[in-house]
C-alpha cells in the first residue's frame, strides 16, 4: 500500500506565494519521477510540473518563471514553489509518482487563487 501526505494549499491573493509539498511512503520502489498536476472545475487534468530523479524537470508554459519544481530523492519528497500566483491557477493540485511499473496519485489539495 501507498500513501501520500500533501500540505501547503490554501487561499491565497494575487501576487502571493505558495510552496506544495509531498511525500510517499509505504510499497513504492523506484520511483523516477515525481510532480505535481492540477484540475481546475469542468476542465480536464493538466501538468503542472514534473521532475526526474536526475533533477530534469518538465513545466507547463503558463507556469515557467512563476513555479519551481523541486525534490528531495531520499525522502522520496516533491516539492512545488508557487510565486505570482494568478486567478487561473485555481485547482486541486495532485501529487503524482511514477515507477517503472505504474503511476501513483495523491489525494490532491485545493490552492485557491483570490481577492
Known amino acids: 500500500q501507498v500513501q501520500f501526505v500533501e500540505s501547503g494549499g490554501g487561499l491565497v491573493q494575487p501576487g502571493g506565494s505558495l510552496r506544495l509539498s509531498c511525500t510517499a511512503s509505504?510499497?513504492?520502489?523506484?520511483?523516477?519521477?515525481m510532480g505535481w498536476y492540477r484540475q481546475a472545475p469542468g476542465k480536464q487534468r493538466e501538468l503542472v510540473a514534473t521532475?526526474?530523479?536526475?533533477?530534469?524537470?518538465n513545466y507547463h508554459d503558463s507556469v515557467k518563471g512563476r513555479f519551481t519544481v523541486s525534490r528531495d530523492n531520499a525522502k522520496n519528497t516533491v516539492y512545488l514553489q508557487m510565486n505570482g500566483l494568478k486567478p487561473e491557477d485555481t485547482a486541486v493540485y495532485y501529487c503524482?509518482?511514477?515507477?517503472?511499473?505504474?503511476?501513483?496519485w495523491g489525494q490532491g489539495t485545493q490552492v485557491t487563487v483570490s481577492s
Open positions: 503524482r509518482a511514477q515507477t517503472t511499473v505504474r503511476v501513483y
Open positions: 509505504g510499497s513504492i520502489f523506484g520511483i523516477y519521477s
Open positions: 521532475i526526474t530523479t536526475g533533477g530534469n524537470t
